[in-house]
């Protein structure tokens, strides 16, 4: 029976040690990833104006390791391109233009903004209704239960997957105007169009999180623990880019339509 013991006292100890090595590696990965977000934000400072309209794009910015403070990404151009070719079925002005003005003025708000609603008040749906959207959407309320401490009634504040239609349009922009899809005042054009929209229809950061979250879940299906970091980055952090600007831009005129 000691001997037993002994072994698995061992291997405790060895599984805490191995835990610990984990902690301290990724803490030094995400540490090393803010460095050079940071030596980028430099070398490609912004006005703050500026600043504040791409913020309503951090979502997607932080999920792909870039900075959300300046247009320049670090993944080299090839992939980008491949990336938007494939994903977005953008590889010109033209379908760039026509994706864009579908994010501001429909996206996937359009058609799912209604299943959104029938979840919130309890309806259930067969998954060949719905797909793994309810599935992904009753995971999604619970990691930013467990996860952001959000609660039930964070969620009611939120009624539309807005946020991510927004948050791809910012970061779209971005890219069509890196890849030469869009002139630097188009890109901007389309940026601030997506911040004031968004500023005119969230109340707070949080919210907007939220509805970016519900966005993934019901529209692409998918699970949140990828952004949930992000998230938590974007709402606690004292320096994040969304604890220095308001969701609010004063002054501006809704463009939704």
Not at 217 to 231: H, L, P, R, S, T
Request: aromatic share 12%; proline share 1%.
């Amino acid at each position: 029976m000691k001997t037993i013991l002994i072994i698995v006292g061992v291997i405790a100890a060895i599984v805490i040690l191995l835990i610990i090595g984990l902690i301290t590696a990724n803490n030094r990965i995400v540490k090393k990833a803010k460095q050079l977000r940071s030596e980028m934000e430099m070398a490609n400072t912004l006005p703050k104006e500026k600043q504040h309209l791409l913020a309503y794009g951090a979502n997607l910015a932080l999920y792909r390791s870039e900075s959300p403070r300046i247009l320049p990404v670090k993944v080299d151009h090839e992939t980008l391109k491949e990336g938007l070719s494939s994903a977005w079925e953008v590889s010109n002005t033209e379908e760039a233009v026509q994706t864009l003005e579908w994010l501001l003025t429909e996206g996937h708000r359009g058609r799912y903004d209604e299943l959104l609603i029938a979840l919130k008040a309890g309806q259930t749906f067969t998954e060949g209704e719905v797909g793994k959207s309810q599935e992904c959407y009753e995971t999604t309320q619970k990691g930013m239960m467990q996860k952001l401490s959000f609660t039930k009634s964070d969620f009611d504040q939120v009624d539309t997957i807005a946020a991510w239609d927004f948050d791809r349009a910012v970061n779209i922009a971005r890219w069509s105007y890196i890849l030469g899809y869009l002139t630097e005042e188009q890109a901007w054009d389309y940026i601030e169009r997506a911040a004031n929209n968004a500023s005119q229809l969230f109340d707070s950061w949080k919210d907007y999180f939220i509805s970016f979250a519900f966005g993934r879940a019901i529209a692409y299906e998918g699970y949140i623990y990828d952004i949930i970091w992000n998230g938590r980055e974007l709402l606690n952090e004292k320096d994040s880019i969304w604890n220095e600007f308001s969701i609010k831009r004063y002054g501006t005129k809704s463009q939704i339509i």
